[in-house]
Each structure stands twice: as structure tokens, then as C-alpha cells.
């Protein structure tokens, strides 16, 4: 019974903590698409970030940003974990450009400090800062509702 269970944890750090390209063949929202990789369709979340909801103010300008950006190209990511919803959470770069900051810097997403415990903390959040003081996308908005306490009123 122990190989078995050792087998699935290997095959799983695998997974998360590799390296992997393919073809996105979906975009489901700004931080959060499908990648055909190897015949293996997986759901990837961008790590540090949470970008509006779609029913949000800007919530469709980061999904369309992320489709016209990447839908049907190949990307690579690098994984950090899988979340409770068994998606792959990572960083996302797209011709050696660096997707999750691309939205941070366009305004279109939030630094998700509390779930970011990466070495990027810093520059992620001198990024978020400056698109603040740009009033670019959300930062337009006098008091923008970030997407966690959005969707956590929803619930309610």
C-alpha cells in the first residue's frame, strides 16, 4: 500500500512543481484558463493574482486582455502548487513575457498578498503600486472592490 501512495505524491510534485508548456484552448476568466499539454488538458491559475470577477467592473476587460493575449498560443508556466479546486497555480509566460505581472501592470488584476509567498512579493507589489498611482484599470475607480471581498459578499 505505501508504493502506491508515494507513486501518486511523486506524480503529483510532478505537477506542481515543474515546468510545462502547451496550447491554451481556453480562457474561463482573467486568471484562469485551460492548457493542452501533452495531450493533458489542465486548469491553470495564475498565482498572486486575483482579477475582477466577471461580473465585475473591468472583470471582462482582463478575460479579453488574457484571450486576445494567449488563446490558442503556446505559453509555459511554471507551477508552484494545485489549489482545493485541483488547478495548477503558477506563473504564466507568454513569448518570455510574464502574464500575471502583464495584468498587474495594466491595472487588471490585484495583488493577492495573502496567498502570495513567493520571492516576487516585493516587485509584485511595487507593480500593483504604480498602476495605482497610473489610474490604470481598477485604480480608475475612487475604491475598487478587490475580487476576494466581492466575491465573498456574494456568498453571503
Known amino acids: 500500500m505505501k508504493l502506491p501512495l508515494i507513486a501518486v505524491f511523486l506524480c503529483i510534485s510532478l505537477i506542481c512543481f515543474a515546468q510545462m508548456e502547451g496550447i491554451v484552448v481556453k480562457v474561463s476568466d482573467g486568471d484562469t484558463f485551460t492548457l ?3 495531450g493533458r488538458k489542465l486548469k491553470i491559475r495564475l498565482s498572486a493574482i486575483d ?3 466577471a461580473t465585475q467592473r473591468y472583470g471582462s476587460d482582463a478575460t479579453n486582455f488574457l484571450k ?3 488563446e490558442g498560443k503556446k505559453v509555459t508556466i511554471d507551477s508552484i502548487t494545485t489549489d482545493r479546486y485541483k488547478r495548477i497555480v503558477g506563473v504564466a509566460y507568454y513569448k518570455g513575457q510574464n502574464l500575471n505581472e502583464m ?5 487588471l488584476a490585484w495583488h493577492y498578498k495573502q496567498y502570495d509567498k513567493s ?3 516585493a516587485r509584485y507589489d511595487r507593480i500593483e503600486q504604480k498602476a495605482r498611482k497610473r489610474n490604470k484599470g481598477i ?3 475612487k475604491n475598487p472592490v478587490p475580487a476576494w471581498e466581492y466575491r465573498k459578499s456574494k456568498h453571503k
Open 139 to 141: 485604480w480608475r475607480d
Open 51 to 53: 482579477c475582477p470577477e
Open 36 to 38: 493542452l499539454s501533452d
Open 119 to 121: 520571492e516576487n512579493f
Open 103 to 107: 495584468l498587474l501592470k495594466k491595472g
Open 68 to 70: 486576445r493575449k494567449i
